[in-house]
């Protein structure tokens, strides 16, 4: 059967967006998982200054969640069970660990003193668990949520690989938005990080290329693709120079290791993208045979292109009124 | 061994329910801030922005387990009940995403500039965001009441091989009920707002807060709540009569009415027995039932066995109605009570003070009861007349569901238990920080009396 017209094209259109808002989901809601999770147990201070770093963000950055599976919901119903179905348990302990850092984030500040520390403890705890439970279902996702030793294994692999891409566009942050030895200490772990996320990405790859061949011979098909891994190649080197010669006088660059993971997680999410399209669910069940009505992906449609610029706009407008270096958070 | 619709049940009834508690202080809440806001640019009182820092905090709060509880209520469709959106995502689908564009974005990036950027932003821009804030509140109260509407009262839309689709947007989100129960949760929201603003201040001059905030807020609290009440009594009248003509069963079941009947009794109290389907130990007015359910001593209410088999259980909707009107009739004695005595003396006794502190959290009690009696009473069916419940649930194993049931559950207690200590130990903490409010406000300032107390402290007492 061959699809002509909007029945083609609106699966396509709204299987992107829904790439869109999870891409920017991982990129924003990635930066303040990382620095939840690279919480020093030490200096609490240093905490309060990473926490009023991501404050004003937080809750708009966990919203792109809700709008991509929100999407998923919408256009891709059917896959949305399917996918659900299968990661029910892995979703469930996502959803505690976001439920127990999103309230941590206030309870910390209101509590009596004594229980702060708790408090920032389960912020911690939370991110992690928030991360670790993602990357798993990554993983899953990827092997087509097979039951077997090898795709578990596959799966923690990218759990831990997941949860490194998060400490490292966290600690990135932390360089860009602090300074001084909070801003030191962020450009090692940093670092740390990097190596960690560039060994389980090409880890991944390597599992994932050996694995299936249909894979491989897509990326081969089209050499001219390779330049989405070389890009994400280059821009770890340039953080990893920029952060070996740490730290540079008058704090110039201090973007280079933000801007560097930003291309990093847009290359690896492309890549993902192009190896599993037009699939939705890997190997079962393509962007077609899961989306809703047309008429009703019309009337979504619609409003998206009107909604999504303005949000576009706005989120711009709040980030250049927090812009520079955090200073303390203050309720006033 | 409990199975998995069962498990499923309780988990999203007790999602829900813990979600909508902070929904229902959030869309008011953002409003009275606003009003705080506001009357500081007008009058330039500090007093207003010492209400406002107050109860932005607490807004934080709310919204941050509004939104962590929200997410979950949007992963439940698909974890748990897959039937829902395979069989009417083309109607639910564009409305929850809706939600998410036009409300949820606005609301949260805006969030952030209203806690943190006040120093960062002019008053006029920080008001605005205050704004575009109660603004979202109320965008996202509009989309998933027009969706939960839609389900007790469907319209605008056909199936086909089991699959709804749309035919009409105006009517599938303007449905019959819709107008009816987005106006009584709006108001539903603005009562438990009142009632908690007016507990958590009578609470603050119980422990000895002298300061002008608290006062403030608490005829702040009262005074809406006054207003608020008579019109929440009167659109739920209306809400009943809109639900006679679309839902009869769940009225039925209301009013455990068993027979149809003309002049139909009102049921003060009674046991429903729904296997000897009759009512144990009843306390009736004559036709008060028909009167109050139609507007007509001798009106015709349907019996709950017209509706064998198609009717919600009985009990529970039954008994909720009965606290959620309970409630609401307690609300208007003390609102009125205690507005009487505010206006006549210009504060209030220690008593009275107990009792606000009392009815803080009554709107939640009120709103879930109201909930339940919806809700439960749209069962069996998840879309009424359109998909039962049963034929939506998943079939993930029954023990991942009761797993996570355990969680969530555990969670949810943890994350209750800590709010409400949370919020009073803010009121507490309020109390004793002296620094900013020692100072006269505008208001003191201006006033006769207060002018000649501050004279007499500052010269000893002696003039």
Known sequence: MTLIGDAYWLPVIFVSLMGLALLLYAVLDGYDLGVG??????????????????????????????????????AFPRAHSLILFHLYLPVTLMLVGLILRG?????????????????????????????????YMIGMFVVGFERSWAAFGFALLSAVCVTAGYCFIGGAWLVMKTDGELQMRAARWTRLSGWLTALGIAAVTGVNLIGNTGIFSKWFAMPVLLVIPLLGGLAFIAVEIYLRRFPVAGDAGCWVPFVGCLVIFIASFFALGYSFFPYIVPGQMDVWQAASASESLWFILVGTLIVLPAIVLYTIFSYRIFWGKTRELTYY | MLDTFLLSRIQFAANISFHILFPTINIALC????????QYNRTGDEVWMRCYRFWVKIFALSFALGVVSGITMSFQFGTNWPGYMETVGNVAGPLLGYEVLTAFF????????????????????????????????????????????????????????????????????????????????????????????????????????????????????????AVLIPLQILMGDLHGLNTLKHQPAKIAAMEAVWETHSGAPFTVFAIPDETARRNLFAIEIPKAGSFILTHDWNGEVKGLNDFRGEHPPVKPVFYSFRIMVGMGMLMLLVA?????????????????????????????????????????????????????????????????????????????????????????????????????????????????????AHYRKNTGGVS
């Open chain 2, 31 to 38: 409003w009275f801030l606003l009003f705080f806001r506001v």
């Open chain 2, 336 to 452: 009125w009570g205690s507005s009487w005595r505010l206006w006549r003396r210009g504060e209030l006794p220690r008593l009275g003070l107990k009792i606000l502190v009392a009815m803080s959290f009554s709107g939640w009690i009120a709103t879930l009861a109201g909930w339940y009696v919806t809700e439960i009473g749209r069962q069996p069916y998840l879309v009424n007349g359109v998909l039962k419940a049963s034929a939506a649930v998943t079939s993930v194993a029954p023990a991942n569901v009761g797993f996570s049931l355990t969680l969530y559950l555990s969670l949810y207690t943890v994350l209750l238990v800590a709010y409400i200590r949370t919020l009073f130990v803010m009121a507490r903490k309020s109390v004793l920080v002296d620094r900013p409010e020692d100072l006269p406000t505008l208001q003191e300032k201006l006033n006769p009396i207060t002018q000649t």
């Open chain 2, 106 to 225: 606005l609301e949260a990036t805006f969030l952030g500039i209203m806690l943190f950027g006040i120093n960062r932003v002019s008053p006029r821009m920080h008001t605005l965001a205050t704004l575009l804030v109660a603004i979202g509140t109320g965008l996202s109260a509009f989309w998933i009441l027009a969706l939960n509407s839609w389900m007790h009262t469907p319209a605008g839309f056909e199936m086909r091989d089991g699959v709804a689709f749309p035919l009409s947007w105006w009517n599938i989100i303007f449905n019959p009920s819709m107008p009816y129960r987005l106006t009584h949760m709006l108001l539903a929201s603005g009562l438990t707002t009142a009632f908690l603003i007016a507990g958590i201040s009578a609470y603050r001059l119980l422990r000895g807060d002298h300061k002008p905030a608290p006062r403030l807020a608490l005829k702040t609290g009262i005074f809406a709540a």
């Open chain 1, 37 to 74: 999770i690279l919480l020093p147990g030490d200096q609490e201070s240093q905490r309060d200054m990473m926490i009023a770093s991501i404050g004003p963000f937080w809750d708009a950055n966990e919203t792109w969640l809700v709008l991509g599976v929100g999407l998923l919901l919408i």
């Open chain 1, 103 to 135: 309230v941590a984030f206030d309870f910390r500040a209101k509590v009596p003193p004594h229980d702060k520390n708790l408090w920032d403890w389960t912020f911690k705890g939370g991110s992690l668990l928030a991360t670790l439970s993602q990357g």
